[in-house]
């Protein structure tokens, strides 16, 4: 069985083995491209352009496609090249972008919560952590914005239905990831308050604080809102 893990630190597998002779940069990137774009046909030409863009070589295409099937053994079968279309086939594979992807389109489908809970656990770290092609860092950007908003998604849902510690579960890591978000930190801090944690309320207006002065040399100061809730902590102590 295939199995690819994009998000963090790159990774593949074939029946629980790291396959030999993958690793030529070519051959990684050639499946990981592949994988980010399992839900549509593409045109070779435009893969060899990304590849090699000196050349956009499609022989450079044919040779990496070579090796990457034999690399991949039993697998290697996944990999198609027909009438000028190159496709990853990912039926009874193991991969978390396209599992990702899938998760977030049965939420926008139907609104499932599970959905979105799944999407933000395949998330691991920034898609393929350290590369730095063009694509590559368009792709990480899109996917990081896309667990973003499951992150505030869900938590506003929990919020709502009243479960306050799982929505300051995903707040927590909201504002870890987006520091710049008010909204978020007003949200956890709301949260806390309704569990009666005052000191780690207390804390995240503190933080917040020193993250909104050292970004704005000291011209910025928290939303009204969570002073409000400051002084209601206080008032309550």
């Not at 920034?126 to 368009?138: K, T, V």
């Not at 707040?171 to 709301?190: F, I």
């Not at 806390?192 to 909104?212: G, S």
Request: glycine share 6%; hydrophobic share 40%.
């Amino acid at each position: 069985m295939l199995s690819m893990k994009l998000f963090g630190a790159y990774e593949v597998h074939v029946d629980g083995m790291v396959p030999s002779g993958l690793w030529r940069r070519s051959g990684a990137q050639l499946l990981a491209l592949l994988a980010l774009y399992h839900d549509r046909d593409i045109r070779a030409t435009w893969v060899a352009e990304l590849l090699w863009p000196g050349t956009g070589s499609l022989d450079s295409l044919d040779q990496c496609l070579k090796s990457a099937r034999k690399a991949l053994g039993p697998e290697g079968c996944r990999l198609e090249l027909w009438n000028k279309v190159i496709r990853l086939r990912t039926d009874g594979a193991e991969i978390d972008v396209v599992t990702f992807d899938g998760a977030l389109r049965a939420h926008h489908q139907r609104q499932e919560t599970e959905a979105l809970r799944s999407a933000i656990d395949l998330y691991r770290g920034p898609l393929l952590h350290s590369w730095d092609e063009g694509w590559a860092l368009l792709e990480r950007k899109t996917r990081k914005e896309q667990y973003l908003d499951a992150l505030q998604m869900l938590a506003r849902r929990f919020q709502a239905a009243g479960d306050h510690a799982s929505a300051v579960r995903y707040l927590r890591c909201l504002v870890k990831e987006k520091p710049s978000l008010e909204s978020a930190w007003c949200e956890l801090m709301m949260a806390l308050v309704e569990l009666e944690e005052r000191l780690e309320a207390i804390e995240v207006y503190k933080r917040y604080q020193q993250h909104a002065h050292r970004i704005s040399d000291g011209k910025l100061r928290p939303p009204p809102v969570m002073t409000q809730l400051l002084t209601h902590i206080y008032t309550r102590v």
